[in-house]
C-alpha cells in the first residue's frame, strides 16, 4: 500500500475547539485515510465530546476537568439512548479526567498526535508526544513558543509539522528551494477587524466588536489576539522556531483577504505564495497526512472569477503587539512564556469588561519589562513558574 494511503492512528487533542470539530471532520470524510484512537479535551462541552465518541469509537477520551468524568459517561448513555443504541450495540470509551489527562493520552502509541488545546495548557502534551515518538500536528503554537528551546531539544527532525494556516504555507513553499537559498519569510496577516484604524480609534472597542474577525471562524481567545495582532506577533516567534531564521529575515504584511497565508523570498528575487480559501480544514488535513495532501481536503479557489488581493504595510503604532512579539523573541528562555500569559489573562480581563481593548498589549508590555532577565537553559518547572508569575502580575496591573 502506498504510504500516502496507509491509515493513521490519531489522537486528537482539543476535540471540542475550532480546531479539534474540523479535523475530526477532515477525519469522518476520509476513513481510509485516518482512524481516531483517543479524544481530549477540557471538559466544558461534554455532549459534543459524547458525540464525537460514538461516532468515531476512540478506545480513550480525556476530559482536564476531573468533575466532568461523570457528566460525560452519564451523557454517554443519553446519547446512545437517543441514537436508539441496545445494550451491547455501542462500547463505552475508557474515561480518564484531572489535570494530566490531556498529556497521558497524547503519550499513548499512535502516528499522530494533532494538539488543538488553546494557549499555555498545551505544553505538557507537546512535551508527551514528542518523548513519545509520534508525529506532532501542531496548532497549540503558543507550547513551542513558551517551551522553546525545551521544545526544539525533545523533537527530532520533521517531527513537528505545523498546522497554522501561516506556518503550513511556508513548509508548502520550502519545498520550492533549498534551505541556504531562503531569503526571507513573510507572514501574511488578514489586519483582524480593526484593521485600518489609528490608535486612539482602538479605545473604546468592544469584546463583540473585536470577535467580528473578517475572514476566520475561530474561538475567542485566537480571534481576540487577532483583532490585537498579538496572534501575529507569536506566529513570528513560532516561525523563528519552526525554521531556524533570525527575526530580521521574518516580515510581516496585511492582506485583508486571506488567500495568501505566506510566502518565501528568495535569494534570487522569486518569491513563492501559498494560496487557498481561509479554511482550516487544508492545513489540518496537511498536518494530519504530511508530507502527503488529502483529496478535496477543502474547496480551492475558484479561477473562473476575478480576484483583486492587496497588501498593506503593519501599522506599529496601532498593534504594537508584533514589535513586542519580536523583542520577546529575541531575548528568548522565559520572556515569550511571559509574553503568552499576560496576554491570556488580559484577553480574559477584556472579555468581562475589566480592562480596555488597548489595555491588553500595554499590560502585557509592563509585564515583559518588569520580568527582568531572561532564564535561558529552561526547565518545564521554570516554564511553568514563570507562567504563574506573569499571570499573576498581570491579574494584579488589571
Known amino acids: ?25 477532515v477525519i469522518r470524510r476520509n476513513p481510509d485515510r485516518f482512524r481516531v484512537t483517543a479524544l481530549a479535551a477540557g471538559g466544558g462541552r461534554v455532549e459534543l465530546l459524547a458525540q464525537q465518541a460514538l461516532d468515531l469509537r476512540p478506545e480513550i477520551v480525556a476530559v482536564a476537568r476531573a468533575s466532568a468524568a461523570q457528566d460525560l459517561q452519564l451523557v454517554f448513555y443519553r446519547e446512545a439512548q437517543r441514537r436508539g443504541y441496545a445494550s451491547g450495540d455501542y462500547r463505552i470509551p475508557k474515561i480518564i479526567a484531572g489535570p494530566e489527562a490531556v498529556a497521558e493520552v497524547a503519550a ?13 495548557l498545551g505544553l505538557a502534551s507537546t512535551l508527551a508526544a514528542l518523548d513519545a515518538g509520534s508525529t506532532l500536528a501542531l496548532a497549540n503554537k503558543e507550547s513551542l513558543i513558551i517551551g522553546g528551546a525545551l521544545v526544539k531539544e525533545r523533537a527530532k527532525p520533521g517531527q513537528i509539522v505545523p498546522v497554522d494556516s501561516e506556518h503550513s504555507a511556508l513548509a508548502q513553499c520550502l519545498r520550492g528551494g533549498a534551505a541556504k537559498e531562503v531569503r526571507r519569510l513573510v507572514l501574511t496577516a488578514s489586519g483582524g477587524p480593526f484593521r485600518g484604524r489609528n490608535r486612539s480609534e482602538l479605545a473604546e472597542v468592544t469584546p463583540e466588536q473585536a470577535m467580528a474577525h473578517p475572514t476566520w471562524d475561530m474561538g475567542p481567545v485566537v480571534t481576540i489576539n487577532s483583532a490585537t495582532l498579538v496572534n501575529k506577533g507569536l506566529e513570528v516567534i513560532e ?119 488597548l489595555g491588553i498589549v500595554d499590560t502585557v508590555a509592563r509585564v515583559v519589562n518588569e520580568h527582568g532577565p531572561a532564564t535561558r537553559d529552561l526547565t518545564l518547572d521554570d516554564v511553568l513558574a514563570t507562567d504563574e508569575w506573569a499571570r499573576t502580575r498581570a491579574r494584579e496591573l488589571i
Request: hydrophobic letters at 45%.
Open 108 to 120: 499513548l502509541p499512535c502516528d499522530v498526535v494533532l494538539n488543538g488545546v488553546t494557549g499555555a
Open 239 to 357: 516561525a523563528h522556531l519552526l525554521f531556524d531564521l533570525p527575526f530580521d529575515r521574518i516580515e510581516v504584511t496585511v492582506h485583508p483577504q486571506s488567500m495568501i497565508h505566506s510566502m518565501v523570498d528568495f535569494f534570487d528575487g522569486s518569491t513563492l505564495a501559498q494560496v487557498s480559501p481561509p479554511d482550516m480544514r487544508l492545513p489540518i488535513a496537511l498536518g494530519l497526512a504530511w508530507p502527503h495532501r488529502v483529496e478535496d481536503a477543502a474547496p480551492g479557489v475558484d479561477w473562473s472569477r476575478a480576484h483583486t488581493w492587496e497588501f498593506y504595510p503593519l501599522d506599529d503604532e496601532a498593534f504594537p503587539s508584533v514589535a513586542l512579539a519580536r523583542h520577546v523573541g529575541e531575548l528568548g528562555g522565559t520572556a515569550p512564556a511571559v509574553y503568552n500569559a499576560a496576554n491570556e489573562e488580559c484577553v480574559e480581563a477584556f472579555r468581562q469588561g475589566r480592562l480596555p481593548f
Open 1 to 25: 500500500m502506498p504510504a500516502s494511503t496507509v491509515i493513521r492512528d490519531v489522537v486528537v487533542l482539543g476535540s471540542t475547539g475550532s480546531i479539534g470539530t474540523q479535523a475530526l471532520d
